[in-house]
């Protein structure tokens, strides 16, 4: 059975770039990262990703708060 989304909580999503493609890892969730080369891609395949690793309904995935950081050489971008 899905879990009901929790409005008011923020997915932190650790993001680094590797050779023109860009990495995503949700640390709160075990199993949960992905990867695309554009940001809109990654964007969507990161809230896919979070929605299954946290067995949320399809309906809550479009509105999933995401915090993102953005790491390239070790460095938090924000």
């Known amino acids: ?9 923020a997915y932190t999503v650790v993001v680094t ?3 023109g493609t860009r990495l995503a890892d949700v ?3 075990q199993g949960a990262h992905t990867y695309a080369r554009t940001l809109p891609e990654l964007d969507q395949y990161v809230r896919e ?12 995935v ?6 993102y950081e953005h790491r390239e050489s070790g ?3 924000n």
């Open 1 to 9: 059975m899905a879990k009901p989304a929790m409005p008011n909580h």
């Open 17 to 19: 770039r590797e050779n």
């Open 27 to 29: 640390p709160e969730l």
């Open 49 to 60: 990703v979070i929605g299954l690793a946290a067995d949320l309904p399809e309906e809550a």
């Open 62 to 67: 479009p509105d999933l708060r995401v915090d």
């Open 75 to 77: 460095l938090v971008i």
